[in-house]
């Protein structure tokens, strides 16, 4: 089991570049300060316990997929343009214990990262003395980690796919404006093209499936639709409406068939 | 089973053609040097052993194993050094050995490989901090990691001071008497010439030749120079124009040497010319009639003789027995920079 000494190396190594610990401190600041604001309001008479939910959904909706892209685009264009892959590639590895390896071993610092993040952020709430919905908290941390695994596999294709970290760069920041930020808009946009630049009368049957196709959006749809009703009401999150199938048949794609496109395209070219 | 076999190996990038058409046996057990100027095709070779480049066509196998559906099989019984290596940026020298260590599923002991390519007096540094040279000799260690069947090197002397180099030199005297084969490219040649059994020649993507440096050279005609410092008495007065007489200057009789064909035009002028002072023999006539012999100059004392190898030491019993007395003499073989010249300008 090659690829899992190389999930070591990468775990170890940002462990030993501090890039773990200095994203684990942003994590906890960040979700602590939510937690604070959230059970200072509480304690103030505002607010009921889903907001919480609200609050630390709406910063990791957007910090999640960074800090998932940030931490992976690199692993391997990096090392295939300085030249740490031709040493890494003379030990007994296969390029898809490399693909794998990096995967695995990011992911998992950016679960880490996330939980512990959530769990600063829960202890901060409860050691002021408000309370935490256990549920939905669960829930919300199950769907974060999908989240990250989704952009995480997509940073580690485009860092098997490209040979210049510039590129990769490229690549993920537009990965990211695409999907995390401009993607509510594309459905809708797309309908107005096809329509002959109008709006038309009546929303496409598709473009609840296209909205989808943001692992966002399938995230969100999948926390909204799992959550208690009551819970789902007083979250004002919508979802994409495709229902829970579609939106797992979509992270599944974005979770196995990216990387092994990116390994694919890796294997076939020259380092 | 040899160590490598290429066969019908092409790489294209585009409209150029990296290689064009390896086949080359690398047995087991055997010092390989693969040297060529730059931009022949020796790294892009060595990439393609090791899976790192495809080849466009031709099969690669190493140590039996097929490179292109095996790699990991070859890896493991091979030890690289790659070109244009970068260390890994987190770890310290020793963490790099442990690595090759736990990777390969061997048993060295890190600080004797360390010991070994002397680098442990920087073994707990950050390897990215380590000048070229030491990077070379850090990735030495680990290529070593596990006893391999293969050493493959590519250029392993860059970047590395003499004693580097000397120390290059022994690891991999050592290593092929442990029975191992090695197999690496330069372009330094008097490097390969000290270690190398068989040496193959690339030039612009093909392989003029693989041969023993001796075979090379007997290849190429081979010939050496030879110079002669014969006795001032013996080879008469050496440069005319302190010649008394100031009458028999420029031209006497039966030394004239611009037979030889490189000769230079100056040398008739400083033949024996004082004929008060009676040479036994004249040392280019002499010389000049010996079988293997290509040219001679005479610069002053000294004889400059162009020859085959085998002649050089006729030449010296020759102008010994035409009692002429030898003071001195030095030899030079064509070196192997000569050789590779004539191989790869296509002179021959």
């Not at chain 1, 409406?241 to 990387?259: C, D, K, Q, R, Y």
């Amino acid at each position: 089991m090659s690829w899992t000494r190389i999930a070591q190396k990468e775990i170890g190594d940002l462990r030993r570049n501090r890039q773990l610990y200095g994203m684990g401190v942003l994590f906890a600041a960040m979700f602590g300060l939510l937690g604070y604001v959230h059970a200072n309001s509480v304690n103030d008479g505002f607010g009921s316990p889903n907001e919480l939910i609200m609050l630390i959904g709406m910063l990791g909706m957007y910090i999640v997929p960074a800090v998932a892209l940030m931490l992976s685009y690199e692993s391997i264009v990096k090392r295939r343009h300085n030249g740490q892959l031709e040493l890494l590639l003379g030990f007994p590895h296969h390029r898809r214990d490399v693909v794998l390896g990096g995967y695995v071993g990011r992911f998992l610092v950016v679960a880490a990262v996330i939980v512990g993040g959530l769990w600063v952020c829960g202890m901060v709430v409860v050691l002021m003395g408000a309370a935490v919905p256990g549920a939905a908290y669960m829930t919300f941390l199950f769907v974060s980690l999908v989240l990250a695994l989704a952009y995480t596999a997509a940073g580690i294709a485009i860092s098997a796919s490209v040979r210049s970290p510039s590129w990769a760069s490229v690549t993920t920041f537009s990965v990211y404006l695409m999907f995390v930020l401009a993607w509510r808009i594309v459905p809708s946009g797309l309908a107005y093209l096809l329509n002959g630049f109008e709006r038309p009368a009546t929303s496409p049957w598709w473009t609840e499936y296209v909205m989808t196709l943001s692992p966002n959006l399938a995230v969100e749809e999948i926390f909204v639709r799992t959550l208690p009703e009551s819970t789902a009401e007083s979250i004002a999150l919508a979802g994409s409406g495709s229902g829970v199938e579609f939106a797992v048949i979509v992270l599944l794609a974005w979770i196995v068939l990216l990387p092994l496109a990116g390994y694919l395209r890796f294997d076939r070219t020259d380092l | 089973m040899a160590a490598i076999q290429l066969s019908g190996v092409t790489k294209t990038y585009g409209d150029v053609a990296a290689l064009r058409g390896i086949d080359l046996t690398v047995e087991r057990g055997e010092v390989f040097g693969f040297l060529g100027p730059n931009g022949a095709g020796k790294s892009t070779t060595i990439d393609i052993l090791l899976r790192y480049t495809h080849p466009t066509d031709g099969r690669v196998e190493v140590l039996g194993h097929d490179v292109a559906t095996d790699p990991v099989a070859v890896r493991r019984e091979t030890g690289v050094l790659p070109e244009g290596f970068a260390p890994f940026e987190t770890m310290t020298g020793r963490q790099h050995v442990e690595y090759a260590i736990e990777a390969n599923a061997a048993d060295d002991d890190p600080d004797e490989l360390l010991e070994r390519v002397d680098v442990a007096h920087a073994a707990d540094r950050l390897a990215t901090g380590y000048s070229k040279g030491m990077a070379q000799r850090l990735t030495l260690a680990t290529a070593l990691v596990g006893e391999p069947d293969l050493l493959i090197l590519d250029e392993p002397s860059t970047g590395l001071d003499p004693h580097g180099v000397r120390t290059m030199r022994e690891i991999v005297r050592e290593e092929c008497d442990r029975g191992a084969t090695v197999f690496f490219s330069s372009h330094i040649l008097e490097q390969v010439e000290a270690v190398a059994d068989r040496v193959g020649i690339l030039s612009d993507g093909q392989l003029l030749t693989v041969d023993t440096i001796d075979g090379l050279r007997d290849g190429v005609g081979a010939t050496g120079e030879l110079t002669v410092t014969l006795e001032p008495d013996a080879a008469g007065p050496t440069e005319s124009t302190g010649s008394p007489g100031g009458t028999a200057t420029a031209t006497a009789p039966g030394s004239r040497s611009e037979a030889a064909g490189s000769s230079t035009r100056g040398s008739d002028q400083r033949a024996p010319a004082n004929p008060s002072q009676r040479s036994v023999a004249d040392p280019v006539a002499v010389v000049e009639a010996i079988d293997g012999v290509e040219a001679v100059r005479r610069h002053g004392d000294e004889l400059i003789v162009t020859c085959r190898r085998e002649a050089k030491l006729g030449v010296l019993d020759e102008l010994r027995d035409a009692g002429l007395a030898i003071h001195d003499f030095t030899t030079e073989e064509t070196s192997l920079e000569d050789l590779f010249v004539s191989y790869t300008e296509g002179e021959r």
